[in-house]
């Protein structure tokens, strides 16, 4: 079993950064693909961007160049830094975890086996 937990969630102006992280507690992690998915309010939930065990990650076309994605496997977390921020990005920010790495189908919420509770953020203009 995994939990996880978001916090860094808030408010920021439209070309602001926000960092989000992602504790994550129980089973290691280390050997699980990690994924941010957003879900903005009578949308559906959708990918932000992805890491594997290994390091490589892979983004959502509307964030690529602006979000990077990183893991500390000594700490067990995983962030998600914010930059440039646009009105566009606000949504409630979801952590999670898929312990079979390397998925081709990362940006599909099925593929992960954990969420945690999600962490509000909000871009004004």
């Known amino acids: 079993q995994v939990q996880l937990v978001e916090s860094g969630g808030g408010l920021v102006q439209a070309g602001g950064s926000l960092k989000l992280s992602c504790a994550a507690s129980?089973?290691?992690?280390?050997?699980?693909?990690m994924g941010w998915f957003r879900q903005a309010p009578g949308k559906e939930r959708s990918f932000v961007a992805r890491?594997?065990?290994?390091?490589?990650?892979d983004y959502t076309n509307s964030v690529k160049g602006r979000f990077t994605i990183s893991r500390d496997n000594a700490k067990s977390t995983v962030d998600l830094q914010m930059n440039s921020l646009k009105p566009e990005d606000t949504a409630v920010y979801y952590c999670?975890?898929?312990?079979?790495?390397?998925?081709?189908?990362?940006?599909?919420?099925?593929?992960?086996?954990?969420w945690g509770q999600g962490t509000q953020v909000t871009v004004s203009s």
């Open positions: 999670a975890a898929d312990p079979q790495d390397y998925r081709s189908a990362y940006y599909r919420t099925t593929t992960y086996a954990y």
């Open positions: 129980g089973r290691t992690i280390s050997s699980y693909a």
């Open positions: 890491i594997t065990s290994r390091g490589t990650t």
